[in-house]
């Protein structure tokens, strides 16, 4: 099973600053399948980047994927207040898709 | 659009069962694979796992191997999860999710407790 750790646990920036978010893989993951989602309080999560560094549907230029094997990063370049929120990271190319354990962005 | 809308909020009693809905709309239910995420009260995502919706074949988490069963009703757009035996760890928000590049599309999500 691959397990995912994120970094920091925490991250305490301020609006129009730029988030660094790390996720590390216990074993090499096929970028094509590594993701990335934003979860607000009592909302489901919202994907942002999938195969490591293509944006969703939607998603603002501000937010960027990159990475391969076992390093992949999110980065938000100017952090806007909605961005708020815990982001994790996901790998789905092969069962368990497991989750990191998410960083919260705190203003 | 594409929409996934769970059933209600359950309460259970421990070593019972729950079986949460999820009815699709939007899109061809057959073409994509359902997952089932969870997500404790504070703690991170854990997926449970798949049906493909079009062949019926499913693939679970060894977490849940045991307690859990992934059906789906390709005439009602439904897909279910059904976890049994169930105690307070169990206690959580079950969410489905369309399986494309990553997971697109989200249920709202079904809290069950479980509680004595």
């Known amino acids: 099973e691959i397990v995912l750790t994120q970094s920091p646990g925490t991250l305490s920036l301020s609006p129009g600053e730029r988030a660094t978010l790390s996720c590390r893989a216990s074993?090499?993951?096929?970028?094509?399948?590594l993701a990335w989602y934003q979860q607000k309080p009592g909302q489901a999560p919202r994907l942002l980047i999938y195969g490591a560094s293509s944006r969703a549907t939607g998603i603002p230029d501000r937010f960027s994927g990159s990475g391969s094997g076992t390093d992949f990063t999110l980065t938000i370049s100017r952090l806007e207040p909605e961005d708020f929120a815990v982001y994790y990271c996901?790998?789905?190319?092969?069962?368990?898709?497991?989750f990191g354990q998410g960083t919260k962005l705190e203003i | 659009q594409v929409q996934l809308v769970q059933s209600g909020a359950e309460v259970k009693k421990p070593g019972a069962s729950v079986k949460v809905s999820c009815k699709a709309s939007?899109?061809?239910?057959?073409?994509?694979?359902m997952h089932w995420v969870r997500q404790a009260p504070g703690q991170r995502l854990e997926w449970m796992g798949w049906?493909?919706?079009?062949?019926?074949?499913?693939k679970y988490s060894q977490s849940f191997q045991d307690r859990v069963t992934i059906t789906r009703d390709t005439s009602a757009s439904t897909a279910y999860m059904e976890l049994s035996s169930l105690r307070s760890e169990d206690t959580a928000v079950y969410y489905c999710a369309r399986r494309t590049t990553g997971y697109e599309d989200w249920g709202q999500g079904t809290l069950v407790t479980v509680s004595s």
């Open positions: 074993q090499s993951v096929t970028s094509y399948f």
């Open positions: 996901q790998h789905y190319g092969s069962s368990p898709y497991s």
């Open positions: 939007g899109y061809t239910f057959t073409s994509y694979a």
């Open positions: 049906i493909n919706a079009g062949n019926d074949n499913t």
